[in-house]
C-alpha cells in the first residue's frame, strides 16, 4: 500500500458488515480541499444507505458523513482555508451549482442531491475525503472535535428546522423522541426560548431530557399524559423514526399548528386530524452553508453540546450495530487512530 492510499471501511453489497477497503485518493479539483479524518460520526442515515433505503447508494460504499479533520491539500482555486486547518464537513460535499435551488442559495436542496454527498465517491469511515471549499467549515477552536463533528449533521438537522419555524420564542414546542437527534433538538429549542416539552415512549429518559433543557417529560404511551396536553403545541419536531401514534402526536398540537419531520418515519394516520383544525405536515433537509455556519455558532455560544461515546474507527461495526439496537447514549464518534496517532 503506498504512503497516499486511503483506508476507509466499506460495505461491499447491500446489508454487509463493513471491512477495510483501500483506494487511491480522488483528484483534487480547483476548489476542492482534502481533509485528513480524525473523526466521524456514526449516523442512521449511515445504517440507511448501506441498506441502500434511498435506492441510491453505490457499492462498494464507504459511509460517515459527519467528519471532522485537518486540512491535508487544497485546490489551486481555494480562500480562506489553508493546509493544517481543522474543519468539519457534514453530508453535503458540493452542488450542482446550476440547479434552481442552487441559484437561490438552497444548495441541501440540489436537484442532484444523491451525486452531492461528500459519501462519493467514499465517506469519512476512512483515513481521507474530498469536499467543495463551500461545504467545508472552519471549526471553533476550543469545540472538541467530538462535538463539532455531530454537530455537522445532527446538530444542523434539528436546529434548521427550528430556525426555519420556531417564528416567537413564545412558541410551545414538543420534540419527539429523545435520541441523537432529540437530545440536540432539545437543547436548541431551549437556547431559543421556547417552553419545551420532551414526548418519548421511554420513561427511564425523563431526568436525561429535563437536564438537557425541557421544561415537561411526557411518556407518549401514557394516554392520560398525551390526553392533557391536547392541543397544547404550536410546533411538534419529530425526532423519532418508529413506534409513533401519529393520531395521538396530533393531537397534541393547536389549530393550524405544524409537524416537521427531520428523520424518516413511515406515516399512517387519519386525514382528519390535519383538515378539521388545518395542521401541517413538512419534512426539513438539513441546512444551507450560511445556516450551518449559524449554527455551529450559536451551539458555541449556548453551550449546546451533544453527549457523545468515542470508538476507534476500527470497531465501526460494534458502533453501527449500537445505533441499530438504539443503544447509543447519545451519539457515537469514531475516532481515526492513525491520525490519533
Known sequence: MSPSTILGYAARAVGRPLEPFTYEPPELGESDVRVSVTHCGVCHTDIHAINDYYGITTFPFVPGHEIVGHLAAVGPAVAGLKEGDRVGIGWQGRSCGECEWCLKGETQLCMKLEE??????????????????????????????????????????????????????????????????????????????????????????KGQALAFGADHFIDSNDRDGMRQVHFGHDLLVCTANEGINWEALLLTLKKRGRLVLVGFPDIGLNSTYLVAHERSITGSLLGNSTIMRAMLSFAQEHGITPTVELMPMSQVNAALQKVKENKARYRIVLVNETAAA
Open 116 to 205: 452531492t454527498t461528500v459519501m462519493v465517491p467514499y465517506g469519512g469511515f476512512s483515513s481521507s475525503v474530498v469536499a467543495d471549499q463551500g461545504f467545508v467549515y472552519a471549526l471553533p477552536p476550543t469545540m472538541p472535535s467530538q462535538v463539532a463533528a455531530v454537530l455537522m449533521c445532527a446538530g444542523v438537522t434539528v436546529y434548521s428546522a427550528l430556525q426555519s419555524y420556531v417564528t416567537s420564542p413564545a412558541l410551545k414546542v414538543g420534540i419527539v423522541g429523545v435520541g441523537g437527534l432529540g437530545h440536540l433538538a432539545i437543547q436548541f429549542a431551549h437556547a431559543f426560548g421556547c417552553e419545551v416539552t420532551a414526548i418519548s415512549s421511554s420513561p427511564e429518559k
